[in-house]
């Protein structure tokens, strides 16, 4: 059984091009959809809709969207690095953000990658395939 990966994205869009990314390029880990930030919350420690989940299959990766409904981004991100069971999970901020402020707060709040979605479909498609292979196939995660 793979590691699953959650994706917290709200674009419907988004989602169905990463989903199909990741499994046109062979990416077999199952993918945990969290269409808001309170939503990937409740995933990650297992409150809500969520309550009662097996805590210790944690993601091996966490793909995460800046602007959300609900929790921003980096609101999650801040929540992830603060808690000592989620805080070594590898986060890469995949968004369309071009503001600065986004991309040094995510850094500072300990995400390991940012990522700018770019806009054509195939570009989209390269750099969900360069996420997987980097970081499901080459990093060597640190255990749960």
Known sequence: MHTP???VEDNPDDEALTIRAFGKNGIQNPIIVARDGQEAIDYLYGQGHHAGRDLSQRPI?????????K???IEVLRRIR???PTKLIPVVVLTTSKEEDDLV???SLGANSYIRKPVDFMQFMEVVRQVGIYW???NEPVQN
Request: hydrophobic content about 55%.
């Open 82 to 84: 603060s808690c000592e």
């Open 105 to 107: 707060k995510s850094y």
């Open 136 to 138: 499901l196939m080459l």
């Open 61 to 69: 990766l966490i793909l995460l969207d800046i602007k959300l409904p």
């Open 5 to 7: 990966i959650l994706l």
């Open 71 to 73: 929790l921003s981004g």
